[in-house]
C-alpha cells in the first residue's frame, strides 16, 4: 500500500487524499529575443553566476517535462487551498502572529 504525505502540512495522509495539478506556462514565447536580452552580456552574467555559485531557477518544462505540478492534500489543507489556492491571505501582514 502506497503512503502518502500532505504537501502542505507534511502530515500522513489516510484515505482522504486529494490532488491539485497545476499547469504553469508562460503566455509569450520565451525563446523569443528582446532588444533587453541583447544588452545583457551573457558570459559576463554566467561567469558571475558561477563564481557566486546562484541557483539559477529551472524552466518550467524541466520540472516533470509538461510544466504541470502535482500536489497531495490531506482534507484541511484542500479546504484551506479552496479558500486561496494562492496562499494571498497567508502572505498579509494583517495575518502576522502577535507573539
Ligand atoms: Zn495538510
Same mark, same amino acid.
Given at each position: 500500500?502506497?503512503?502518502?504525505?500532505?504537501?502542505?502540512?507534511?502530515?500522513?495522509?489516510?484515505?482522504?487524499?486529494?490532488?491539485?495539478?497545476?499547469?504553469?506556462?508562460? /503566455? $509569450?514565447?520565451?525563446?523569443?529575443?528582446?532588444?533587453?536580452?541583447?544588452?545583457? #552580456?551573457? @558570459?559576463?552574467?554566467? %561567469?558571475? *553566476?558561477?563564481?557566486?555559485?546562484?541557483?539559477?531557477?529551472?524552466?518550467?518544462?524541466?520540472?516533470?517535462?509538461?510544466?504541470?505540478? /502535482? $500536489?497531495?492534500?490531506?482534507?484541511?489543507?484542500?479546504?484551506?487551498?479552496?479558500? #486561496?489556492? @494562492?496562499?494571498?491571505? %497567508?502572505? *498579509?501582514?494583517?495575518?502576522?502572529?502577535?507573539?
Amino acid at each position: 500500500m502506497q503512503h502518502f504525505t500532505c504537501d502542505l502540512c507534511g502530515c500522513h495522509i489516510d484515505d482522504q487524499r486529494y490532488v491539485v495539478k497545476l499547469e504553469l506556462y508562460p /503566455t $509569450f514565447n520565451p525563446d523569443e529575443l528582446t532588444p533587453a536580452d541583447l544588452d545583457v #552580456d551573457h @558570459l559576463q552574467a554566467v %561567469s558571475q *553566476s558561477i563564481m557566486q555559485g546562484d541557483d539559477l531557477p529551472l524552466p518550467v518544462e524541466d520540472i516533470n517535462g509538461t510544466g504541470i505540478l /502535482t $500536489f497531495d492534500l490531506c482534507r484541511e489543507c484542500q479546504l484551506r487551498f479552496r479558500r #486561496d489556492p @494562492l496562499g494571498k491571505t %497567508s502572505r *498579509s501582514p494583517m495575518h502576522f502572529s502577535e507573539n
